[in-house]
């Protein structure tokens, strides 16, 4: 092609030639201006079109090539620069049609290999001692408009399509890394962050942070991580602290909602384990394994806290062999050695200057929902299982051990209800007894009215 060069705006220069389209000098207005064009009816690239299609693409034979390279410098002291603006309008004479406002592929032709395919790479790169206010490598905006309707927003979609025939070694919908470039790189503050902002007039921002609606091996799986030198969850933590707990100001709020049905037809199904593993370097450590906790603070009042509250639910014609509402097991292994070990172990705090109307340590309580109730066999059940050559299940039923300050007023009292206790049984040489069955056979212990002497 014959070399043609015509002025265009002020110190402005167009040349076409062998080197193919040039502008350079200063332009007042736009390098190219297609505001007055009109498009046809052509379906593939009515304003621009680089190769003749598919099937027809430019070949790019020299490594590093760049197809379209913009190198820009936005050298104003305020307001915002944008590189590109690609802004499309839904604008039918009728009807509803669909937008890709942008649509980047990379074909992989077939018996072709590739190295590293990135179909979209955004990056920023400071260049040092550089003071930057925010830095967004990708921001996702869906706009609003008043009394619009949608039938389903969706900002940020990531979607595969899948055949079952591939070979992808390792395979995931979303990645988040933190690659050190320079000394041990850095820690950020999170990988994810959630936030609603502006709100106002009771708007919550989400409904849900996160909602899973497909089938899951593994919904979460954190089986790889490597956790850091935080105390205080390092796994995950809601909340800041103890002092900056979140706030839950609806009545009858769950923090935490796990729901789930056992289908199967067998095996014992896990609603949920926690499993600590006692392994120092050296030494020894101690283990909370699961630490529940609420706090009522100072100045508040509660109606009732149930710090742990485990519960059966049968909901009739249920045939159930076994049903525990707390089982509590401690295992055992070869040759351990352990100081002391308790099963059960309930503990409290006491000052002194509390005001507790019921003080109890247990209670053992058969409530009626229905009908007139039922009775239980017993309050109590001590058992042996399995024990043999001689071994006995406990040295006793009952410990107080040899302290004198365990009970303060007697070792028992149950209510005379002439059944198995009475208060005057024999006035002329005790007064009263206790009913106790021992194997087969029912006797009964004399209790004497006065102190023996």
């Keep these: 092609m014959e070399r043609f060069t015509k002025g265009h705006g002020l110190f402005g220069k167009l040349e076409v030639g062998k080197g193919g389209l040039a502008l350079s000098g200063l332009l007042t207005e736009r390098s190219i201006d297609l505001s007055s064009v009109t498009v046809g009816t052509t379906t593939d690239g009515a ?29 104003a002291t305020s307001g915002t620069f944008t590189g590109m603006r690609l802004r499309s309008g839904v604008n039918p004479s009728s009807g509803s049609n669909s937008v890709d406002n942008l649509l980047a592929q990379v074909s992989v032709e077939s018996g072709k290999d590739a190295a590293t395919v990135n179909v979209g790479f955004f990056e920023l790169v400071p260049k040092g001692t550089n003071t930057i206010t925010t830095g967004r490598v990708l921001l996702c905006n869906a706009d609003s408009a008043a009394a ?138 101690s283990v909370d394994n699961l630490l529940a906790q609420v706090s009522v603070e100072s100045g508040k009042d509660a109606a009732t806290v149930n710090v742990g509250f485990f519960e059966l639910v049968p909901k009739g014609t249920n045939t159930i062999t076994t049903g525990r509402v707390l089982l509590v097991n401690a295992d055992s292994a070869a040759a351990q050695t352990m100081t002391t070990q308790i099963l059960g172990h309930f503990r409290v705090h006491t000052r002194g200057d509390e005001t507790i109307t019921n003080d109890e340590m247990l209670r053992l309580e058969n409530e009626a929902v229905g009908g007139n109730g039922r009775q239980l066999d ?66 009964y212990i004399q209790l004497y009215s006065g102190a023996p002497s």
């Design 47 to 75: 304003i621009m079109r680089v190769g003749t299609g598919i099937s027809g693409k430019v070949a790019f034979s020299t490594a590093g090539m760049k197809g379209f390279a913009l190198y820009m410098d936005n050298t």
């Design 378 to 443: 017993s309050f109590i059940r001590v058992m042996g299982t399995t024990l043999s050559g001689g071994i006995k299940a406990a040295a006793f039923l009952i410990d107080a051990g040899v302290a004198t300050d365990v009970l303060a007023t007697a070792l028992l009292r149950i209510g005379d209800d002439q059944v198995v206790g009475w208060d005057a049984e024999n006035p002329d040489t005790v007064n009263g007894a206790i009913k106790v069955v021992i194997g087969t056979a029912t006797r």
């Design 148 to 285: 619009q309707t949608m039938t389903t927003q969706i900002i940020g979609h990531f979607r595969v399509h899948t055949r079952g025939d591939e070979t992808i070694t390792n395979d995931e919908m979303l990645r988040l890394e933190n690659e050190a470039v320079g000394g041990n790189g850095r820690q950020l503050d999170s990988a994810i962050r959630i936030l609603g902002t502006n709100l106002s007039g009771g708007i919550v921002a989400f409904d849900a942070g996160i909602a899973f609606n497909a089938q899951f091996n593994r919904a979460f799986d954190l089986s790889s991580i490597t956790v850091g030198a935080t105390t205080d969850g390092a796994i995950m933590r809601i909340g800041t602290g103890i002092s900056g707990k979140v706030a839950f100001s609806t009545a009858g709020m769950k923090g935490f909602a796990l729901y789930m049905d056992n289908t199967a037809t067998s095996g014992t199904f896990t609603g949920m384990r926690l499993r600590s593993g006692v392994n120092p370097a050296s030494g020894s450590n």
